[in-house]
């Protein structure tokens, strides 16, 4: 019996018929993925939340890995458009240079979530939600703490060097500007050197042992815009016979698990938390936006300060 003709039986026949045939099942969401890469202890964190509550929603979950490089993301979304996913979602290498590949996706009527990295476009239009990170505020936190450790430690002039995200990431643009507003207050805090380390341990390492070489003994704090820069750098301040934490000032944004060790071994002052366990929020506005529900534009998550001081007892508590 055809669909057609049971539209024309009486209401008891089609009830009788449709109670004989079999429940069809919906059709589970598909979300195409596109991550940045595995540049950090952050980013496995935000992965593997991401792939543990696609799991449990059901989800189809379709995931790309870009390897920094924004050429592999727009290839991967160009795969997504052309595997007709339901939602794509992703988290943007850089902030611009997307305009062409999001207009792809609105053509094709298949909505865009930002995770964790805005992007900047013409048009609002091209992506219907982010969800993360206020990257200027953390770097204002970051930049608060040390205007407090001044002021507690005779307010001294402080030479201070940073360790920038990848160029153009929106959380390295951002938490470099935030955190030049805070110590804006004090002329005594100075940042005398400045230099990508591209969000990996190795290259933070790299870039401090340079800034040692060239700054030697005016370096009294380091500002990293990540954990695992942070972490690099204790290793270069170290092997250059100084001590992290004590010689050098360590303040840093993300609040990993190494940070906390850091700071218990006393080589890091501070982290500023960046919670990058967004998947159950990813996956929450997906499927809202695939039900054709309203959703907000931004979505920011909630975060913390975390000085050496409750490093001890706050480490048992970290989930990444």
């Known amino acids: 019996m055809t669909l057609t003709r049971r539209t024309f039986l009486g209401a ?17 969401l598909t979300i195409g993925f596109s991550q940045v ?11 593997a939340s991401i792939k543990d509550a696609t799991r449990r929603a059901g989800i189809n979950l379709k995931f790309a890995d870009a390897q920094q ?10 795969s ?5 996913v339901d939602i794509i979602a992703f988290s943007p290498v850089v902030e611009t240079g997307w305009e062409t ?28 939600s982010f969800i993360g990170s206020d990257f200027v505020e ?5 930049g608060k703490w040390l205007l407090d450790y001044a002021k507690k430690n005779g307010d001294k ?19 470099k500007k935030g955190f030049a507003e805070a110590i804006a207050s004090n002329p005594k805090l100075k940042i005398i050197r400045s230099q990508t380390g591209d969000f990996t341990r190795a290259k933070g390492k790299e ?63 501070v982290t500023i938390e960046c919670n990058p366990l967004l998947g159950p929020i990813l996956v929450q506005t997906a499927q809202e936006v695939a039900a054709g529900k309203p959703v907000s534009k931004r979505i920011t998550v909630n975060e913390g300060v975390f000085p050496a001081e409750v490093a001890a007892k706050e480490l048992p508590n970290r989930r990444y």
Not at 70 to 78: L, S
């Open 69 to 78: 490089q924004q050429q592999n993301q727009v290839k991967a979304i160009r």
């Open 80 to 84: 997504f458009i052309a595997q007709r």
């Open 138 to 142: 953390e770097g204002r936190r970051a």
């Open 157 to 175: 002039p402080l030479n201070i060097v940073e360790l920038q995200g990848t160029t153009g990431a929106a959380p390295a643009n951002d938490r």
């Open 37 to 47: 890469g595995a540049e950090s202890e952050w980013r496995t964190a935000n992965t």
């Open 207 to 269: 870039v401090m042992e340079a800034f040692l070489k060239s700054e030697g003994k005016h370096i009294n704090v380091l500002y990293a815009h990540n954990d695992d820069m942070a972490i690099g750098a204790i290793q270069a301040i170290e092997e250059a016979g100084l001590k992290p934490g004590k010689d050098i000032v360590i303040v840093s944004i993300d609040g990993v698990r190494g940070a906390f060790e850091a700071m218990k071994a006393g080589k890091l002052n």
């Open 12 to 28: 008891a026949a089609a009830a009788s018929c449709a109670a004989a045939l079999p429940a069809i099942a919906a059709k589970p």
């Open 101 to 128: 590949v999001l207009r792809e996706a609105k053509n094709a009527k298949i909505p865009v979530i930002l995770t964790d990295r805005a992007v900047k476009v013409s048009d609002p239009s091209l992506y219907v």
